[in-house]
């Protein structure tokens, strides 16, 4: 009887064993290879993504494009991974990019007009990868390829050649008309019926800028269109951070009377929203749908935001690679903006039609018929980022400069 159950016992391991090992010869891999949660079917392709200023918990640009990535990788069998350099400079974010090239990846998904600095040095040693870039504009490389080959760049696009300096052969890079947003913004925060207004910027580059000036068009718009007066206070934080000091100037806005300020720098809006709660005060986000994130901070607190497509494009572009349509996409720096009048949630700039908090005096109707005007080309709004806008009487301006 003891045999008969020995020999049961290793009849019983045998089967364990077989059934570990699949039960045939064909070994398949692990699913969960680098680090994804999901089977890996297109070996063809790897993406990783770089973390600029932010990381991948921003609640903005990085957490975005981070979501997006990651999207597109599950649906699509791609392995995926992301990388947060150690510090916040050129050489540090050239680290983390080759350190991913070395690792096999062949896409990489660069979000903020930093990278310029890394591409101009990495993209022509890696000629078989894919770099994508969002909101690296022409300046940008401009000024970091000019820079590397020792002249001085003066800041105009028009009197450089590009080709002279830096080779985009591997390269896609998108940009968007923030002033286009900006400007529904502000425009809308006036229909509203405020007239306290403010502008908290992350750092004065130009993405940023185009938001503010295009917020301030839209504002003064609405005013002359009511015959209001209206009031602006303006200022930059010096980075994409909330912090105990910007929460003092805020403090000082909403309790002297600023109804609603536009947070426009990733994490910077925890200072406004900090500020606003103090006061009943309400916030305008950016770049993503941020009323979740920011009503968390007071039922209510989020009027609009001033959204730029970054997940749409990531997801896209992606998809373009994958499907072997690089050639529509390389050496190529486009800006995005409207590509309808009829449907505002096609373009690559909008407000929100959900969470937009809309009144009876200015509607989602109001609203696409504001954006069919601006697609057609009957309200235009400046992109120019030399100086701020000139405003009518109905409007004035406080600019304050920057915090840091």
Do not use: H
Request: charged content about 20%; some cysteine; proline content about 3%.
């Amino acid at each position: 009887m003891k045999r008969f159950l020995a020999l049961l016992l290793a009849l019983c391991m045998v089967f364990a064993l077989c059934a570990c090992n699949g039960g045939d010869s064909g070994k398949k891999e692990d699913p969960k290879a680098g680090g994804n949660d999901w089977e890996i079917t297109n070996k063809e392709y790897k993406v990783a993504m770089i973390t600029d200023y932010g990381d991948i918990t921003d609640k903005s640009f990085n957490q975005t494009t981070y979501e997006a990535c990651k999207e597109f990788c599950k649906d699509n069998g791609v392995a995926f991974k992301y990388y947060k350099p150690t510090d916040n400079n050129t050489d540090a974010r050239v680290k983390s990019t080759e350190q991913a090239i070395s690792e096999g990846y062949n896409v990489i998904v660069m979000p903020g007009y930093a990278f310029a600095g890394t591409l101009v040095q990495v993209a022509p040693q890696y000629p078989d990868v894919k770099f994508v870039a969002l909101d690296v504009a022409l300046g940008d490389l401009l000024e970091a390829a000019v820079g590397a080959a020792g002249e001085e760049y003066d800041f105009d696009p028009s009197n450089w050649d590009l080709a002279d300096y830096f080779d985009m052969s591997n390269v896609y890079c998108a940009v968007y008309q923030e002033e286009l947003c900006g400007y529904m913004a502000g425009y809308a925060a006036v229909q509203f019926g405020y007239t306290k207004l403010g502008f908290l910027g992350g750092m004065a580059v130009p993405a940023v800028i185009r938001y503010g000036y295009g917020f301030v068009q839209g504002a003064d718009a609405a005013a002359q269109e009511l015959d209001k007066q209206i009031e602006i206070n303006y200022v930059y934080g010096g980075q994409f951070f909330g912090d105990a000091d910007i929460t003092a100037v805020m403090d000082t806005w909403y309790q002297g009377g600023t109804e609603v300020v536009f947070a426009c720098g990733g994490g910077i809006y925890t200072s406004a929203a900090e500020a606003a709660a103090k006061a009943d005060g309400k916030v305008i986000g950016v770049d993503v749908d941020q009323a979740a994130i920011i009503d968390e901070n007071g039922k209510g607190m989020t009027v609009t935001s001033a959204m730029k497509g970054l997940a749409p494009t990531t997801i896209d572009t992606l998809k373009g690679i994958v499907a072997g349509n690089w050639d529509k996409y390389a050496g190529k720096i486009q800006t995005l903006g409207l590509v309808s009048g009829e449907d505002p949630t096609l373009n690559y700039v909008q407000i929100p039609m959900e969470s937009t908090q809309w009144t009876s005096d200015f509607g989602k109707e109001d609203y696409i018929a504001l954006v069919a005007k601006m697609f057609a080309g009957e309200i235009t709004v400046s992109n120019d980022t030399s100086a701020m806008p000139k405003v009518s009487a109905n409007t004035t301006i406080d600019d304050q400069g920057k915090i840091k």
